[in-house]
């Protein structure tokens, strides 16, 4: 009788744990359902890599493989946090940490992917705009204060890179090693990758203050070059994911 007791509670026993145990794994399970219920972005949209389809249609296609992110020469391609909901463990961009400077003229992150998520079908820097540059905060600008740059425009200890066409046409460089001297500051002009796609616009205020002004044109395809090399403390020019270009009247050759 006292062996069958305790037999009886010991079954008892393993019965309750064996319930629990199920009570544990469905609440993980709702959770891990439940995280796709999560926002896709906590802030601003996600900068995605060069020839990324519409979002709705990048996160459908997407199977968040880190392909891209293995073959970007400059390391530019980052996984988004679980966090994210359905976003989680999509690649973005940081620019301000390290942008697209389109080092493989390839775009080797477009031929890696293996769904289309990135467009195989887009191919050249034009076709594969990001974003858009913007003038964000003009106040900041130290080409609107008719300011110079000398110096280093992340620090020394800044571990991006660039590619310096007139060193290596292929082999990002680290942008520490390349100080600059300008006496103007028109570091988002020069350093940008695309041929004309920022420019310094003379404009003159009603005062008769006549200062310059970056300028962002039709080429720009938002890689965030301009962004990341930007020596002021908070970047001055930024670029904005999925933003589509307008020319606007103070544009050259608007009209």
Wanted: net charge positive; with cysteine; hydrophobic share 35%.
């Amino acid at each position: 009788m006292v062996e069958r007791a305790i037999s009886s509670r010991t079954a008892a026993g393993m019965s309750r744990r064996r319930v629990l145990r199920h009570a544990a794994l469905l609440v993980a399970v709702l959770a891990c359902g439940g995280m796709g219920r999560l926002p896709l972005a906590k802030a601003t949209p996600f900068l995605r890599p060069p020839g990324a389809v519409p979002e709705h249609a990048f996160l459908s296609s997407c199977i968040k493989c880190g392909q891209c992110l293995q073959v970007c020469p400059v390391k530019a391609i980052e996984l988004a946090d679980i966090d994210q909901g359905y976003a989680g463990g999509t690649p973005y961009i940081a620019a301000r940490d390290q942008a697209c400077d389109f080092s493989c003229d390839a775009l080797q992150c477009i031929l890696a992917c293996p769904t289309g998520a990135l467009d195989h079908r887009l191919t050249k820097p034009a076709e594969v705009r990001m974003g858009l540059a913007v003038l964000t905060a003009p106040e900041s600008c130290l080409a609107t204060k008719n300011r110079g740059f000398t110096g280093h425009p992340r620090g020394e200890r800044y571990r991006g890179l660039l590619r310096y066409a007139e060193i290596d046409r292929w082999k990002p460089q680290p942008v520490r090693e390349h100080p600059y001297d300008r006496p103007l500051c028109d570091l988002c002009v020069v350093a940008c990758p695309i041929k004309g796609a920022i420019s310094l616009e003379t404009r003159k205020e009603a005062t008769g203050r006549v200062y310059a002004e970056p300028v962002v044109h039709a080429s720009c395809t938002g890689c965030g070059v301009c962004e990341m090399i930007c020596p002021t403390a908070t970047p001055s020019i930024t670029v904005v994911p999925r933003k589509v270009w307008q020319q606007s009247a103070t544009e050259p050759g608007h009209g």
